[in-house]
């Protein structure tokens, strides 16, 4: 039915590893569920929004190409989903940055004016993709009527707003990390696995590794938030 290539057997198998790799972080977070800070439930979040993207992958490259009843509904579905949660996490990752490195909660943050214009650039985004899911037009992708995925005109653009969340987020955690003096686990780390899951279906097309660099990006993520509660502990055990 599916008749899998080699390219869409891997990345199936790589998503759902994903999903596993994101629910063993789920699991290893007791103590960040028992603080019940803000930027602990937006981690959560990026945990949901990250296995959304690999399960809309999963759909996309299992209807790619096919022809069984619903493949192109299937097809055009899981690529927009696919987009949009990626997107939505990507502003949900420096959303995080700002109330967990900068120490302003989400009220404060919404009050502000440059933070309403670089999340109205994504709320853009999100409703153009809405619209190329449901009418087809071919903005940022389309699926003909063979049911082949393609490219759209401005496919860069989402990538280039992707991008730009991303390093703002690098950014944040760098300004933090410089005014604070911390030195746990290196800024690259958070940054690399999701610039990688951004660029190399960009660049290079075939297997999808978006799903899994993003998730390796939470999971460091959530060792430096452990390491950081480890000291901190470890300081007020120090002090008692």
């Known amino acids: 039915m599916f008749g899998l290539s080699v390219e869409n057997t891997a990345t199936v198998l790589i998503d759902g ?16 569920r028992k603080r019940g800070r803000s ?29 069984f009843a619903a493949a192109r509904f299937l097809n055009m579905a899981g690529v927009s989903i696919f987009y949009i ?23 404060k943050l919404s009050q502000s004016r440059g933070y309403k214009f670089i999340f109205a650039i994504g709320l853009i985004v999100e409703a153009l993709m809405i619209i190329n899911w449901f009418t087809g037009a ?5 699926v003909d009527e063979n049911n082949i995925y393609h490219y759209g005109k401005y496919f860069v653009l ?7 969340y991303v390093f703002a987020g690098f950014f944040i955690i760098s300004k933090y990390r410089t ?17 990688a899951g951004l660029a190399v279906p960009f660049v290079f097309g075939g297997v999808s590794l978006t799903s899994i660099c993003c998730g390796m990006g939470i999971a460091f993520t959530h060792l430096g ?12 055990g120090a002090g008692a």
């Open 85 to 107: 949660a990626l997107l939505l996490l990507c502003m949900v990752w420096l959303h995080y940055c700002l109330v967990r490195f900068s120490g302003m909660d989400t009220i």
């Open 225 to 236: 938030s452990a390491s950081e509660i480890a000291e901190h502990d470890a300081k007020g």
């Open 17 to 32: 590893s994903t999903v596993f790799l994101l629910a063993g972080v789920f699991t290893e977070t007791s103590i960040m």
């Open 39 to 67: 930027d602990d439930k937006l981690f959560y979040l990026l945990i949901v929004l990250d296995i959304i993207v690999a399960v809309a992958d999963i759909v996309t490259y299992l209807s790619d190409q096919k022809d």
């Open 179 to 195: 005014k604070t003096d911390k030195k746990l686990i290196p800024i690259w780390i958070y940054i690399l696995p999701l610039l």
């Open 158 to 164: 989402m990538f280039i707003v992707m991008g730009l």
């Open 138 to 142: 071919g903005i940022f992708f389309s």
